[in-house]
């Protein structure tokens, strides 16, 4: 009976970690995460993911957050709510929400949801909300000119 | 129990030490409204980094003194809130909309600086 239990607790502990690990937040830039979301989120993977963008947020002190939903399979009304109260906890902390990788199916769930989108800036993909981010922090990436070969 | 409020330039900084009793509130509330008065301000940052809770209370009466202040022509800024206070905070639908939020004292700070060059002077 104690192997059962040891077992199942094992699991759930490397669940965990398995949750952990599938939402990393990275930094990309001073002041700029990004958080890839892959997968099926469930509400208590939306509410560790908020956790840790929160704790991100602080110790990067970053005043930009780009969220890729790229990866993510479907959203339903809680998650597509949890996005909205991760948008607003992130504004709290002093930072920037650009949300991207709406697929037409998402866009469509949200609308038909009524989660405000004028509470959310969106972009269509990664690439693009990430030049958003960097312009908002006022950076510009210009291409190195050729070193002359005389 | 007062909360002190520093003069910094045209602008005045209220560091929150400690849990607030609702009449704490009301008080710094009133003390502000004074003192942006009296000091001519331009800005106000109220410091809620050491806030291990934000009730509906005390986010209201913030949301009522930054827009007494927004009347007397200042702006407010909300510096430090944690993040599990943040997280709270939006899951039960206390909101500090209209009020702009910083990460730390410096960033606010920042801001305001940032806004008064854009904005001229009095």
Known sequence: ??????????????????????TPVLQ???????LPMIGLIDPQRARQLTEQLLRGIRANRAKVVVIDITGVAAMDANVANHLVLTVEA???LGARVIVTGLSPEIAQTLVNIGVDLGKMNTVGDLQGGIEEAERV??????PVPEPNHE | MQVPILKQGPF???????ALTDADIVELRDALEEQVG???SRGVIIDVTALDVMDSFATGTLRDVAQMIRLRGAETVIVGIQPDVAFAMVHMG????GVTTTLDLEEGLDYL????RAVPSR
């Open chain 1, 1 to 22: 009976m104690g192997f059962v239990r040891e077992r199942e607790r094992v699991i759930r502990e490397q669940q965990e970690a398995i949750r952990e690990l599938s």
């Open chain 1, 28 to 34: 990309v830039r001073e002041r700029l995460l990004i």
């Open chain 1, 90 to 92: 992130a504004r709290l």
């Open chain 1, 137 to 142: 922090l006022g950076y510009k990436v210009v």
């Open chain 2, 12 to 18: 005045l900084i209220a560091t929150i030490q400690s």
């Open chain 2, 38 to 40: 009296k000091s001519r």
């Open chain 2, 94 to 97: 206390l909101s500090l909309e």
């Open chain 2, 113 to 116: 600086n940032r806004r008064a």
